[in-house]
């Protein structure tokens, strides 16, 4: 089994689990278009997350170095959207990837993004699917799956939560920020 396995179902995970957020529920990302002057409709937000559930259920099921293209190029898309944000200094809540109001786009997104369009570019490179691996050796299949599974959680944490830490734990520190008696 490839070492790129394990990273290559996460990445595509992440964003099957992304845009199934967006076609269940696309307000978010169709107010963080907006806000960055961009034309953006309900409906062309759920088809694009679809593209992107389809393109992660392919990832897994087919493979393919072209599914692994468009993964990367999802990926760098995304941290292009994250660094014009940054630049701009839109206020964005969120960009309503994983369906948080809270979680507005941070430099650690940038990265994210980034390290996801590398892990897609490696799968490209790789033969077969990343499910004919995993039931090529089913019981390192399982193995993969069950830290795949922690390594996605983890990571969708980093997208969720580690912003609003390093956000609060900024402003905890800030020396203009009053302090309570």
Not at 130 to 147: E, K, S, Y
């Amino acid at each position: 089994m490839p070492a790129i396995t394990g990273p290559a179902l996460v990445v595509a995970a992440l964003l099957a689990l992304a845009g199934a957020q967006k076609v269940l529920d696309p307000t978010m990302t169709v107010g963080a278009l907006r806000a960055l002057g961009l034309p953006a409709a309900a409906v062309s937000v759920r088809i694009g997350a679809g593209v992107e559930l389809a393109l992660g259920v392919v990832a897994i099921t087919i493979g393919g170095p072209v599914t692994w293209s468009l993964i990367a190029a999802s990926y760098v898309g995304f941290a292009v959207f994250v660094m014009v944000a940054l630049r701009k200094g839109t206020m964005i809540g969120s960009c309503g990837c994983f369906g948080r109001d809270d979680t507005p786009p941070h430099p650690s997104h940038l990265a994210l993004n980034l390290l996801s369009a590398a892990v897609a570019v490696a799968a490209a490179g790789s033969s077969g699917a990343v499910l004919d691996h995993l039931l090529d050796r089913p019981g390192q299949g399982v193995i993969v799956v069950a830290l795949s599974a922690g390594a996605l959680y983890l990571v969708y944490a980093a997208y969720v939560e580690l912003p609003r830490a390093l956000v609060a734990g900024r402003h905890r520190r800030d020396p203009r920020t009053p302090r309570a008696s």
